[in-house]
């Protein structure tokens, strides 16, 4: 059985830096698109970066070159390494693998199939 569990989120000032952590357990083939999503206090799930089966990535358009997502297929490990972080950069952060479109969208949508984890809590102060 897949299991998804993110690592990593904690408290920290505007302006520093988190690297988040997401661990598969269980087969995963190489097939899986895989992505980071956050939920800020009070408002909906959004797309903070996908990256596909061929490794090709897509960020949320308040990313604006902060963060980066990778993996490192040896580890089972995705990771979300964010930088020049700020207030509004709070919330749950999830990660999600999945089959078929990459589209940063497609986790978002009613009827989405996939795997996801429970979430690790960032929280920026200003």
């Known amino acids: 059985q897949v299991r998804l569990q993110e690592s990593g989120g904690e408290s920290v000032q505007a302006g520093g830096s988190l690297r988040l952590s997401c661990t598969v357990s269980g087969h995963l083939h190489r097939g899986y698109n895989m992505g980071w999503y956050r939920q800020p206090p009070g408002k909906q799930l959004e797309g903070v970066a996908v990256?596909?089966?061929?490794?090709?990535?897509t960020y949320g358009d308040f990313v604006k070159g902060r963060f980066t997502i990778s993996k490192d297929s040896s580890k089972n490990t995705l990771y979300l390494q964010m930088n020049s972080l700020k207030p509004e950069d709070s919330g749950v952060y999830l990660c999600d693998a999945w089959i078929g479109s990459a589209h940063i969208r497609v986790p978002l949508l009613p009827g989405h199939i996939g795997y996801w984890g429970q979430g690790t809590q960032v929280a920026v102060s200003s």
């Open positions: 990256i596909d089966n061929d490794g090709l990535t």
